[in-house]
Antibody, heavy 121, light 111 residues
Framework: EVQLVESGGGLVQPGRSLRLSCAASGFTFDDYAMHWVRQAPGKGLEWVSGIIWNSGRIGYADSVKGRFTISRDNAKNSLYLQMNNLRGEDTALYFC??????????????WGQGTLVTVSS | QSVLTQPASVSGSLGQSITISCIGISSDVGSYNVVSWYQQHPGKAPKLMIYEGSKRPSGVSNRFSGSKSGNTASLTISGLQAEDEADYYCCSYAGSSINVVFGGGTKLTVL
């Protein structure tokens, strides 16, 4: 059974940093591209970032480019999102998600339950 | 960042059919056959319902179907059931510079 378990969320002040983690199990992690998708309270889904199997291609939404860094450790079956210079508009539930493909973005087939990030002073 | 356009809300009675549209542009929905649809119940993670425009994952009811014409993708739910009441999102790959885009979401109410 595919499982994606996010951690690392919490309350953080504007301008500070936070690192999210996603522990994957139930599948061969390095066979798949991975994504972070967020959902602000009461709002829709917003793609944040994606990374292919070997980290050879990485993409970011314009809203986070230059502030967020996605990475993965295939040996640890883990996905990460380093979030710097956080803003109030980054407040959201952050989902870790698996892509169906390995070398490009195709479609997301599995989602974690999310970790909540609240940016507030 | 482009956003796919969905109606904010749709409603239908039990047993009826509804269709949710997802309007993109030529560089996303129009160019790629990778439109996917997700169902999200309150407080839950999204669930894949349709991929590659019209394919259903194992375990998804055949009451859900998808199609695409030009820059518009559509999700049709037939034989509406109470448990279909949820938010629905379309998603598409949009090229190497924009990457992935979601629609704004449609709230389905089953009357």
């Amino acid at each position: 059974e595919v499982q994606l378990v996010e951690s690392g969320g919490g309350l953080v002040q504007p301008g500070r940093s936070l690192r999210l983690s996603c522990a994957a199990s139930g599948f061969t992690f390095d066979d798949y591209a991975m994504h972070w998708v967020r959902q602000a309270p009461g709002k829709g889904l917003e793609w944040v970032s994606g990374i292919i199997w070997n980290s050879g291609r990485i993409g970011y939404a314009d809203s986070v480019k230059g502030r967020f860094t996605i990475s993965r450790d295939n040996a640890k079956n883990s996905l990460y999102l380093q979030m710097n210079n956080l803003r109030g508009e980054d407040t959201a539930l952050y989902f870790c998600a698996r892509d169906s493909g390995w070398s490009d973005w195709y479609f997301i087939d599995y989602w974690g339950q999310g970790t909540l990030v609240t940016v507030s002073s | 960042q482009s956003v796919l356009t969905q109606p904010a809300s749709v409603s239908g009675s039990l047993g009826q059919s509804i269709t949710i549209s997802c309007i993109g542009i030529s560089s996303d929905v129009g160019s790629y056959n990778v439109v996917s649809w997700y169902q999200q119940h309150p407080g839950k993670a999204p669930k894949l319902m349709i991929y590659e425009g019209s394919k259903r994952p194992s375990g998804v009811s055949n009451r859900f179907s998808g199609s695409k014409s030009g820059n518009t993708a559509s999700l049709t739910i037939s034989g509406l059931q109470a448990e279909d009441e949820a938010d629905y999102y379309c998603c598409s790959y949009a090229g190497s510079s924009i990457n992935v885009v979601f629609g704004g979401g449609t709230k389905l109410t089953v009357l």
